[in-house]
């Protein structure tokens, strides 16, 4: 046994190097670099996973984890800069859905306005926000006080991330038990490099919409409809993607409490939006929303293949053409996971819920690493395998990054998609994975399990 806790302690020791590595001193464009420190993570966390006992120590080490990025700011992703844009503005009385960055660079001045301007790159510069009001008011509360360094402000986000993970860790255990699995499997979740890194090291809000939409799902299932709502308008106000998955909920629910459920999103919605709301502002936030369907491309699978198809009959990138029919694809799917499928019980709302956000992955023309992170979400809660797969394999699409110029490199993109592709046709036509994982000791103990606490 305490040969055990050093060799445990040793891997801690080891993941606190490589992630101090990762967020210090590696730049995104060192691709083998930040590949082989990120796959010695991934062999750490598989380690820790397996030798750790009860929920207290997989809190306690993925916290520790976490505080290894204190100090830095993000630099694999520089989406940061609009987010600190956006909160100091709304302090202006600024409605950052109305107005670019271009367009206010000229006109108003704020700490650190310039450095943020510059930071954000051009894509982000010249269009409007995206980011729905429950990031934004994050976004806001981040800088309420004028910082002398943007590293405090960072700090401000990373602790509503936090508590977006410790929704998930909490809520995610909850759901389960309720589904007949060990709490343990949220280490996939909690102890998984992809989530420390593009969550609490880059400041992405998906572990605060996971969060919120995992407890949402949990008073669903405990027929406590008004409190479920309320946080599936919460998740939905931090990131849109769970709009997609709210029609899985109908059957479980019965058409009466589904409509009452739609009832409540929509009046919460409302409340959450209302104080955004102008006359160009809906206008200006489709038309970003349509960007990601009709000019944004990265990391995409299938619809690179339909790309290339395109290539060789058009002569030309007909992600325009695609870009009309993508959204029409989608509600397709929905419809299909929603009403074609049982969803009669917890486990197949959540089921259906992954495959429908899977399929949209799949076919979607941008793919970041860290969209993949509520997929890993809702594969420990069903059991399956290839998400967390995925969440290995997807950090290589940062092989784009290189050190002359942005270009994606199709065999990185194979070996990404490869063993993700093969992995989800054998568990959607066999059966899942996860579990076969458990029985085969992946949570291995040479004593006997402790209390969970």
Request: with cysteine.
């Amino acid at each position: 046994m305490g040969t055990q806790k050093l060799l445990v302690g040793f891997g801690l020791f080891l993941s606190v190097f490589a992630y101090s590595i990762l967020s210090y001193t590696l730049v995104r464009s060192q691709t083998l670099e930040l590949f082989s420190v990120y796959s010695g993570l991934f062999l750490l966390c598989y380690f820790l996973l397996r030798n750790l006992s009860g929920l207290r120590m997989l809190l306690l080490f993925g916290l520790l984890l976490r505080l290894v990025f204190l100090w830095s700011l993000p630099h694999l992703s520089q989406d940061f800069y609009r987010f600190l844009w956006d909160g100091n503005i709304q302090w202006m009385g600024i409605n950052p859905y109305i107005h670019t960055p271009n367009r206010l660079i000229e006109l108003i001045q704020f700490p650190q306005s310039q450095v943020l301007f510059e930071g954000m790159g051009s894509l982000s510069q010249g269009h409007f926000s995206n980011y729905p009001p429950l990031s934004q008011w994050i976004y806001k509360a981040a800088t309420l006080v004028h910082f002398d360094n943007l590293l405090s402000s960072v700090n401000v986000l990373r602790v509503f991330i936090l508590l977006g993970d410790l929704m998930v860790f909490i809520f995610g255990s909850r759901l389960l038990k309720i589904l007949g699995k060990s709490p343990q499997y949220i280490g996939w979740y909690f102890l998984n490099p992809i989530v420390i890194i593009e969550l609490f090291g880059n400041l992405h809000a998906e572990g605060i919409m996971l969060g919120l939409t995992l407890m949402g799902a949990y008073f669903i299932f405990k027929n406590k409809l008004v409190w479920g709502s309320a946080m599936l308008s919460l998740a939905i106000a931090a990131k849109l993607l769970p709009l997609l998955i709210l029609p899985v909920f109908f059957k479980f629910l019965g058409w009466k409490k589904g409509l009452q459920m739609s009832a409540w999103i929509l009046l919460f919605s409302g409340l959450l939006w209302f104080p955004f709301w102008e006359k160009q502002m809906l206008e200006n936030y489709m038309v970003t929303l349509r960007l990601w369907f009709n000019r944004f491309e990265f990391n995409g699978s299938l619809y690179y293949m339909v790309r290339a198809l395109g290539y060789e009959i058009k002569g030309y990138n007909i992600i325009r053409t695609l870009g009309k029919f993508t959204p029409f694809l989608t509600l397709g799917w929905v419809f299909v996971f929603s009403f074609l499928r049982k969803n009669r019980t917890a486990n197949e709302v959540l089921k259906s819920s992954l495959w429908l956000l899977s399929i949209y992955f799949f076919s979607a023309t941008t793919v970041h690493p860290w969209y993949v992170i509520t997929l890993v979400g809702l594969g420990i809660m069903t059991g399956y395998l290839y998400p967390i797969l995925w969440s290995f394999t997807v950090f290589w699409s940062y092989s784009a990054y290189g050190a002359q110029a942005f270009e994606e490199q199709t065999l990185w993109l194979f070996l990404e998609y490869l063993p993700v592709y093969a992995c989800f046709g054998y568990e959607v036509f066999k059966k899942p994975l996860l579990q076969h994982f458990q029985e085969a000791h992946f949570f291995y103990r040479q004593s006997a399990p402790r209390s969970s606490g």
